[in-house]
């Protein structure tokens, strides 16, 4: 399945399957977003799939936003399907009851 991406009440919302073929592609697009915007926030609710190289993608555009001095939340809304690749990671990237 194929990645959507769509923006709801300053949300990001992203639908089907996020793997290392569209990192590339999808960290551009949250770093021009970054750049224009003070604060971004996603879901992963939505997703069916996610691999360890989008987990990576997004602690990555964390860290970023950080130096930038702006906020970059992920959450799931409870999506137990995208879990796994975070929890391979040693640092937090997910808000906690999202």
Do not use: C, W
């Amino acid at each position: 399945m194929s990645l959507k991406i769509e923006k709801k009440e300053n949300v990001f919302t992203l639908e089907g399957t996020l793997h290392s073929n569209q990192v590339f592609e999808i960290r551009n697009f949250f770093q021009h977003k970054l750049k224009s915007e003070t604060s971004l926030t996603v879901s992963l609710a939505g997703l069916d799939d996610l691999d360890l190289s989008a987990a990576l993608m997004f602690k990555q555009l964390k860290d970023e936003a950080y130096k930038m001095n702006k906020n970059f939340n992920v959450f799931t809304a409870g999506n137990k399907k995208v879990l796994g690749p975070f929890l391979m990671l040693e640092e937090p990237v997910l808000l906690a009851a999202a």
